[in-house]
């Protein structure tokens, strides 16, 4: 197919704008309709090849635009200059371009080429029930991915009020909700039923409506709440420091009088716990790590508990480690271990027995922990979402069934600090604090670090090129929500009303207007 831009191509190229922007995280209303103009281009299609190619197209724009930081990001992480990134450019772009071909072809065969009454509403719903499930695919079997992923709902984790509703049925429902927007935005405009626009405005406002009530039945309840689990001071310890130098073995004594410091400044603040960052120690844990045996010299005489990153042999032969974190007390008393269970392929763990190697090394692969048991503090129970963990919800879901009460999520984001990624980062982070409405603790190197309130509100969030020490006074408690308690219920839900809509739209119809 000859692929000129005739009008369609470009209201396709200008469709990658608003998706380029929620991939970017862009604070904008066009979130809300991330979609629509794609839907318009698609509503005169009858070829499939074209349905296709013209996924394609937005596709390939879309990942021209916002794949570029892994040309430098992949040069950063393996040494080896920009043309490996330039390879995995390509190769994700091809992949993504594909992806949206192959979505754009499933649009033309899931619409019908009549029309009747409630056409939008059938159509809508069941294409916005789809995407659900194409997001859930996302997140529940391509979960090795989670920092290249870019799943429909996370925009939208920028507004406090529309996701107070997640705490019902996790982050999918943002996803329908966008979907089922741009879907009828795009047909009301394409027929020129202007009126009925009122209805895509009035599912936004009756969803804001809906999270603020949420929101302040919420804050309510823990106020009057009583107080099995006193609050407690944190102390967040953000290195920031580039990678590249972090890993180098010569700044091993640098590294280490600088945590110093921040240690000794943290035991003129009263803090109770430190907070560490992913891999904060670049060296391999051992019982008598001169380290460890200095810092606790320094700290317990303060009674300071210790959540701290550094790595765990698995098979120091083959290298192949745990990512860990490892809680201190006073006395040098290791009382507990969390091991990352979900290791990033091609960068952690092979993927088709291909692995990114690391740049200062011959490369090292993450071995996986098994435990969703959080760490046992003498302030709670912390639930750990090391790094990219926090973009999948069942992890943290886990966590908080087996009785954590707060939340920490340990990251290094100094491979992508100037990139979407990171702000992604911090909102997945977010979304999981109010889905389980526990507060949460994020600690990324390089990237955000901060306390995000249960509600979700973000008080005093950092970003900073600088070491920094952030304090947060955190509230444990013993809440379960309904989609901790139900994890699955919603995209299966949608699985039926998919299924339902599409035999509805594919039958009956279709026999109506025979």
């Not at 318009?40 to 635009?65: C, T």
């Not at 909102?427 to 190197?445: F, G, P, S």
């Not at 670090?449 to 013993?478: C, F, H, Q, R, V």
Request: hydrophobic content about 45%; charged content about 15%; proline content about 4%.
């Amino acid at each position: 197919m000859s692929l000129k831009l005739n009008k369609k191509y470009w209201l396709l190229l200008v469709s990658a704008i608003p998706v380029t922007m929620s991939i970017q995280m862009v604070d904008s209303p066009l979130n809300w309709f991330v979609y629509a103009l794609v839907f318009y281009a698609f509503m005169d299609l009858e070829k499939p090849s074209d349905a296709f190619w013209r996924g394609a197209f937005i596709g390939g724009v879309a990942a021209i635009l916002n794949f570029f930081w892994i040309v430098s990001g992949a040069g950063k992480f393996t040494g080896r200059g920009v043309l490996i990134g330039m390879g995995i450019t390509l190769i994700f772009t091809v992949i993504f371009a594909l992806y949206a071909g192959i979505l754009g072809w499933i649009i033309l065969f899931l619409k019908r080429k009549k029309t009747y009454k409630w056409e939008w509403l059938v159509n809508g719903i069941y294409l916005s029930s789809f995407w659900v499930l194409v997001d859930a695919f996302m997140i529940y079997f391509a979960k090795g991915f989670a920092l290249c992923l870019f799943v429909t709902y996370i925009p939208l984790a920028q507004n406090l009020y529309i996701i107070q509703l997640t705490t019902f049925t996790g982050p999918l429902l943002l996803t329908f909700i966008a979907v089922f927007l741009s879907y009828t935005t795009a047909y009301f405009i394409y027929n020129k039923k202007w009126k009925m626009l009122a209805v895509p405005l009035g599912v936004i406002i009756f969803c804001l409506l809906t999270g603020s009530i949420i929101l302040n039945n919420y804050e309510d309840k823990t106020a009057a709440s009583d107080a099995r689990h006193q609050p407690f001071k944190a102390a967040i310890l953000a290195q920031n420091l580039d990678p590249q130098f972090k890993w180098d073995p010569q700044n091993g004594d640098f590294l280490a009088r600088q945590l110093f410091d921040m240690n000794r400044e943290v035991c003129k603040s009263g803090a109770q716990l430190t907070i560490w960052s992913e891999s904060a120690i670049p060296w391999n844990y051992t019982p008598g790590d001169d380290f460890l045996r200095v810092l606790d010299s320094i700290t317990t005489p303060h009674h300071i508990t210790h959540l701290i990153g550094m790595n765990t042999d698995y098979d120091r032969k083959n290298r192949i480690f745990y990512n860990s974190i490892y809680c201190m007390e006073p006395h040098h008393n290791v009382v507990g271990r969390y091991d990352k269970r979900l290791a990033l392929s091609l960068i952690e763990k092979p993927f088709a027995g291909l692995l990114i190697p690391f740049y200062n090394s011959t490369g090292f692969r993450v071995q996986e922990g098994k435990s969703d048991q959080p760490l046992s503090t003498p302030y709670g129970n912390a639930g750990i979402l090391l790094c990219n963990e926090s973009v999948i919800p069942d992890l943290t879901y886990a966590s908080v069934e087996q009785g954590a009460n707060f939340l920490v999520n340990p990251g290094n984001d100094g491979w992508f600090s100037d990139t979407y990624i990171s702000r992604q980062h911090l909102y997945h982070a977010r979304l999981r604090a109010v889905e389980t409405r526990k507060d949460l603790i994020i600690n990324n190197n390089d990237g955000y670090s901060g306390k995000i309130e249960s509600t979700g509100k973000m008080p005093a969030m950092n970003k900073s090129a600088d070491a920094m020490i952030g304090y947060a006074t955190i509230l444990p408690n013993d809440y379960k929500t309904f989609i901790v308690k139900h994890p699955h219920w919603f995209p299966v839900f949608c699985l039926f009303v998919f299924l339902f809509f599409l035999s509805y739209n594919y039958f009956f119809i279709k026999r109506k207007h025979k």
